[in-house]
Each structure stands twice: as C-alpha cells, then as structure tokens.
Nanobody
Framework: QVQVVESGGGLVQVGGSLRLSCAASGSIFSINAMGWYRQAPGKQRELVAAIRSDGSTNYLESVKGRFTISRDNAKNTGSLQMNSLKPEDTAVYYC?????????????WGQGTQVTVSS
C-alpha cells in the first residue's frame, strides 16, 4: 500500500504565503507525477499544479506566477509554495501521487490540508 500525507496548511492574510508539503511512502517503484488539487465548498476539485518526473510543470491559470511546485524524486516528497495568496485560494488542498507500484500504475490521495486566506 502507498500512503500520502500533506502538511503545512493554515490561516493567512491576503498577500501572505504558505508552503505545503507532501510525502509519499510505501511500496513505490517510481513516481510518474505529483499534483496538487484543491476543493472549496460547493465546488469541484480542481488541479492547481502538477510536476512530472522530468521536472516539467503545469499550473492552473489563476495561480500562475504565484504558486511554485517542486519535488524530490529520491525522497518521494514534494512541495507547493504559495505566495500572494487571495481569498479565492481558500480550499482544502490535496496531494495526488501517480506512481508505479506492485499493483501497477495508480493514483493515491492524501487526506488534505486546509488553507484559509482571510481578508
């Protein structure tokens, strides 16, 4: 089994910063991609940022220039640096790990961490 744990959420004021961390553990052969999703009340979960094994990235348009995703392939960890936060960024943020395991290629989710941006 694979476990994914997020941390780093909290309450910040508009314009503040937070750094979220994601750690994957278990029987992992390799991680193909790692992504951060968020879900606000009444909304669908949306992809915020993703990073592949070669380091290539993509971002939700509304967070470009403010958020930066990174990963450490050797440690099976990743981070999402969030700057210039806006109230619209308030949501539960989830880490998703697309990895190759003994069960094949599967996606695993963390439990989520709350990010609240106050105005």
């Amino acid at each position: 089994q694979v476990q994914v744990v997020e941390s780093g959420g909290g309450l910040v004021q508009v314009g503040g910063s937070l750094r979220l961390s994601c750690a994957a553990s278990g029987s992992i052969f390799s991680i193909n991609a790692m992504g951060w999703y968020r879900q606000a009340p009444g909304k669908q979960r949306e992809l915020v940022a993703a990073i592949r094994s070669d380091g290539s990235t993509n971002y939700l348009e509304s967070v470009k220039g403010r958020f930066t995703i990174s990963r450490d392939n050797a440690k099976n960890t990743g981070s999402l640096q969030m700057n210039s936060l806006k109230p619209e960024d308030t949501a539960v943020y989830y880490c998703n790990v697309d990895c190759f395991t003994a069960w094949g290629t599967r996606k695993y989710w963390g439990q989520g961490t709350q990010v609240t941006v106050s105005s």
